[in-house]
């Protein structure tokens, strides 16, 4: 805000105009100074237009002649009289007058200079600081202006100007007090740097050098905090900072304290602060000046600090206190900076940085034990690495929710057809790189890998990744070599008490709790999702009879195929004994249960009509038959169609479904049906037969004498027709047991050899004594080598 002049005309004095801000006095001089300028130009005009003055400007210059003269005379008088006395007499009435007038001015000088250094102080500090100039300087001009403040506030009438001008120098107090703070917690300057800023600090605050002492110990562990408050994306780098700030704080108090910081402040004793060549080199204070104006106090005031109050012994104390409180907040500083972080190579490099880091330097820290400290170091970061690696072992649940997921997907889809190799050979186009997207195509077609399956696997991969990188962990942590580090680098008495186990702790130990945690953790994630899949498994597969429930079967096999292919890779060793598989029988049984009778029950179905529809169709299918008597050489149209349907159903479903452990479940479900199916057949044959029995021979009758009247060929074939219904039942009967040998051998196990031999037993077939029916398996074993291939599935 801009100030205006006062009116010089209520002035009762030429003192007055001095009362006011130097500004203001500027401004009613330059006020003055044209008022007069401007009453001269009129006074000239009025000259110049009056005649009348000009003969009064002659009257003057005589005037003036006659007073020339009288003024020479008197010179001459004046010279006669200069003689030494005279001159000492005059001298010394000359500097009584001075002092009389001194005396009655020095209040009024007094404060022009005192208002003129305080307002000139704050601008005089905010340039030093600018320019990151001292801070000692600047500490001396904020004692000077303190003490020019303290002599303007005992003024009876006190400007408010000057409490204006205090609050800048506060404000500049504050900021002084920040850089030397920021100078204190860095470890980049220099110990002179280092010790001019303690040195500024002490000035500034009035403090001992215990204070001074205390209080950069206090920067020094806010700054540690600092750094490990920071983590981030950098958690390494400000961890190592937070680490070596520890260990350099105690080697800079050990240099400093107390020898070097006393000998700084004894030197301020030197001489008054004015009289600082540093402080009248400031031209804005103009000390040259207003040195002799400013007042007794400030312009005598030397420092007096307690230079010597602090002994080696306290500062000795002091720092193994604060050693050991400042390691401790380092650990749970660590500690809570590792709460948030999940990388294993991240914690992995700072605990070798931060372990090496201790090795070399560690030693230095007063009032520690190295090996004490390089324990909790190993504990800590120990414990999280291990945290992490059980972490993502328990993110396994991901997996069971994206496979939860999916089979909501797959369960609202009524597409059972398997995917077709022939459809991704017309999709191939780009056949780049040695046709590896072609070949990658063509290999998940056929092992029924689609969008879900694809999407599951991904995510068990993403994770085993996740999991598999502590193993890269541990490679690192073994092959790191400490001895070469303690031996070149640490002194004797820290290494007795590391230890001759040094290598074996960090290289041998640590690996090792690293690994057993993880694979404790892997084998406590292996068993959690075998729960879960056991879970999913019995609330999708409770109706075996549901499309959706085959749907989802088909589904989590793929599934638990890829998973189980995938579990031997995790482990940490090449040796290492690979991990149990979760997918136990009880998960995969029901699975393949549910799968094989969604194959068995249409085909199974559809053989028995075909057998029943055969039943009452007269067939001469038995001139085919070979050796003597003749016996079946090849299977039924039926028994070939159901193994043919029943191969189809099975490649239709997908061909990548059927392990050896899914096909047994379906042969065995496939060799007692089809058992059944034959005895009931079998039984079928024999009781028709016998109802049959008179009716039959009436029909025989009655063609035979219907067969007189027809012509020779006709005769003919009537005659080499079964004569009788028990000819045709023993036929039937040995084409039903050869179709039952041959399905026998794609579907036959040994649990259903009993059965067999029961049936054949109840059958009751004329003529099939042991040689025949040796012929029979050996026919059916003849033919079943050479259809084999067609039956791949159930090979």
């Known amino acids: 805000m801009a100030h205006e002049a006062p009116d010089a005309r209520t002035f009762q004095s030429w003192e007055d105009a001095f009362q006011h801000p130097i500004p203001v006095v500027q401004k009613l001089e330059r006020q003055l100074r044209t008022n007069a300028d401007e009453n001269r130009e009129k006074l000239r005009s009025l000259v110049g237009a009056s005649y009348r003055s000009l003969l009064d400007t002659a009257e003057t210059i005589i005037d003036m002649e006659v007073r020339m003269e009288q003024v020479e005379s008197k010179l001459s008088i004046v010279g006669q009289r200069c003689n030494a006395r005279g001159v000492a007499s005059i001298s010394t009435n000359a500097d009584k007058m001075d002092k009389h007038i001194q005396s009655r001015d020095a209040e009024r000088y007094t404060f022009a200079a005192q208002l003129s250094v305080l307002r000139n102080a704050p601008l005089v500090m905010a340039r030093l600081t600018k320019r990151e100039g001292s801070y000692l300087v600047i500490a001396k001009v904020l004692v000077i202006s303190r003490l020019v403040h303290k002599a303007l506030g005992q003024r009876a009438n006190q400007p408010p100007i000057v409490d204006q001008l205090w609050e800048r120098l506060l404000s500049m107090r504050r900021k002084l007090l920040r850089r030397v703070d920021k ?407 029901p699975l393949h249960t549910a799968l094989a009778s969604s194959v068995v029950r249409p085909t199974m179905e559809a053989y028995r009509t075909s057998l029943s529809t055969s039943f009452n169709i007269r067939t001469d299918d038995h001139i085919l038959w070979e050796g003597h008597p003749p016996l079946p050489s090849q299977p039924s149209p039926s028994a070939f169609r159901y193994l043919r349907d029943l191969n189809k159903n099975m490649a239709a479903t997908g061909s990548d479904l059927w392990t050896s452990e899914c096909v047994e479940v379906l042969k065995s479900k496939v060799a007692g049906e089809v058992i059944d199916v034959i005895g009931e057949c079998l039984h079928d044959i024999s009781a028709y037969s016998e109802d049959n029995n008179g009716s039959t021979e009436k029909q025989d009758v009655e063609e035979t004498m219907e067969a007189s009247t027809n012509s020779d060929t006709e005769e003919t074939e009537v005659k080499e027709s079964p004569s009788n219904d028990q000819e045709l039942k023993d036929s039937r009967h040995k084409q039903l047991l050869f179709d039952l040998l041959y399905i026998q051998r794609f579907v036959g196990t040994s649990s259903e050899e009993g059965k067999l031999t029961t049936m054949l037993e109840k059958a009751e077939v004329g003529d099939v004594d042991e040689a025949a029916m040796n012929r029979l398996r050996k026919n059916a074993a003849e033919y079943a080598k050479k259809t084999y291939l067609l039956f791949a599935l159930l090979a």
């Open 183 to 589: 100078r204190l917690a860095s470890t980049k300057g220099e110990t002179a740097s280092l010790v001019e800023s303690m040195c500024a600090y002490a000035l500034a605050t009035s403090s001992t050098p215990t204070d001074v002492l205390q209080h950069f110990l206090k920067v020094r562990l806010e700054k540690t905090n600092s750094e490990l408050s920071q983590g981030g994306d950098e958690l390494a780098k400000h961890g190592i900072s937070a680490l070596k700030l520890c260990i350099q704080t105690c080697l800079d108090v050990q240099t400093v304290f107390p020898r070097r910081l006393a000998e700084a402040l004894g030197k301020l004793k030197a001489h008054p602060l004015i009289q600082d060549p540093a402080i009248r080199a400031l031209y804005e204070l103009n000390l040259d000046i207003h040195d002799r104006w400013v007042g007794d106090e400030a312009r005598n005031y030397t420092p007096w600090p307690r230079h010597d109050e602090l002994q080696r012994s306290e500062a000795e104390r002091i720092l193994h206190r604060w050693s050991k409180d400042a390691i401790a907040a380092f650990l749970k500083g660590i500690k809570k900076a590792l709460h948030e972080e999940d990388r294993l190579k991240e914690v992995a490099s700072l605990r070798q940085e931060l372990i090496e880091t201790w090795i070399l330097s560690g030693a230095r820290m007063a009032g520690v034990k190295s090996a004490n400290v390089l324990d909790d170091l190993r504990d800590t970061m120990n414990e999280k690495l291990e945290s992490i690696v059980r972490s993502r072992t328990d993110g396994l649940q991901s997996v069971v929710s994206e496979l939860a997921s999916r089979l909501a997907t797959v369960s609202s889809s009524r597409n059972m057809s398997a995917l077709s190799l022939w459809d991704e050979t017309i999709k191939a186009s780009d056949l780049s790189n040695g046709a590896q997207l072609f070949k990658s195509n063509i290999l998940n077609t056929y092992q029924g890998r689609d969008e879900s399956v694809i999407s599951v696997t991904s995510a068990f991969d993403k994770w085993m990744d996740s999991v598999l990188e502590v193993k890269g962990i541990v490679k690192s942590m073994k092959e790191a070599r400490w001895d070469d580090t303690f031996a070149d680098d640490v002194d004797d008495e820290s290494d007795d008490e590391l230890g001759d186990s040094k290598q074996a702790l960090l290289s041998d130990d640590d690996p090792k709790l690293l690994e057993e945690a993880t694979q404790e953790a892997l084998g406590e994630a292996m068993q959690n999702i075998g729960r879960a899949f056991s879970v999913l498994v019995s609330t999708n597969t409770k109706d075996d009879e549901s499309l959706w429930a085959v749907q989802k079967a088909t589904f989590i096999l793929r599934v638990i195929r890829e998973m189980g292919d995938r579990i031997p890779r995790l482990r940490l060793q090449d040796r290492s004994s690979p991990l149990a598989s979760p997918f136990t029988s009880d998960i995969l049984q």
